[in-house]
């Protein structure tokens, strides 16, 4: 089975522009989760949707970051405009619904903002 | 609120040495508790995990954890290191958020060394 994927796995942007990441989570996974990873901070959830639904968006910094998923099988993260403090690894991850204590991680997007 | 400490930021261990990651945890209810593994420009995999039951939890890669709850701790062990072991470590604690998904709260992480 194909594990949860990420696009792009680089990013390098320059400060202001609009990024978008994308995620497709595993098949039959019903939650999915946007990470923040960076040295300072470390792993951070930004946000969590449970069947498509938002459920907690506390974890995301600004307006700047907002994530949507349309359907079971996408899902984005904005940023808008992007600044120099967004460069971090962000990772998406999705669990299933007969084993939601257990997160499956992507392999994640490297962002650069210059 | 629930938070994770994870004591040390760096452990260098000698290989076929035993390694000892420690891992406290503050929550005001029951949790679960997860051990994870990031491998160099990779994303975070399952170790093990306490739910429930027997306090002495086997993963994958010969690891294993204790869940002490008197002590609030779940350090990661394993009796013999490996090369392919060096990675960074990170404990985790969840709680169940009620709308069927369980929300992690993760530690700094432990970068495990292994020398030959």
């Known amino acids: 089975d194909a594990g949860v994927i990420q696009s792009p796995r680089h990013e390098v942007t320059e400060m202001g522009q609009e990024v978008t990441l994308r995620c497709k989570p595993i098949s039959g996974h019903n939650s999915l989760f946007w990470y923040r990873q960076t040295m300072m901070r470390g792993l951070e959830l930004l946000i969590y949707f449970n069947n498509n639904v938002p459920i907690d968006d506390s974890g995301m910094p600004e307006d700047r970051f907002s994530a949507k998923m349309p359907n079971a099988s996408f899902s984005t993260l904005k940023i808008q405009p992007s600044e120099p403090r967004d460069s971090a690894v962000y990772f998406c991850?999705?669990?299933?619904?007969?084993?939601?204590?257990?997160?499956?991680f992507g392999p994640g997007t490297r962002l650069t903002v210059l | 609120a629930q938070s994770v400490t994870q004591l040390d930021s760096q452990v260098p261990v000698f290989e076929e040495a035993p390694v000892e990651l420690r891992c406290n945890y503050s929550?005001?209810?029951?949790?679960?508790l997860f051990w994870y593994v990031q491998y160099p420009n990779q994303g975070l995999q399952l170790l093990l995990k306490y739910l429930s039951g027997s306090t002495l939890v086997k993963g994958i890669n010969g690891f294993e954890a204790e869940f002490n709850k008197s002590q609030t701790s779940f350090h990661l062990r394993k009796p013999s290191v490996h090369i392919s072991d060096t990675a960074e470590y990170f404990c985790?604690?969840?709680?169940?958020?009620?709308?069927?998904?369980?929300?992690?709260?993760f530690g700094k992480g432990t970068k495990l060394s292994v020398i030959p």
């Open positions: 985790a604690v969840s709680e169940d958020s009620g709308a069927g998904s369980y929300q992690l709260t």
């Open positions: 991850a999705s669990s299933p619904n007969n084993e939601p204590d257990t997160q499956y």
């Open positions: 929550s005001s209810v029951s949790v679960y």
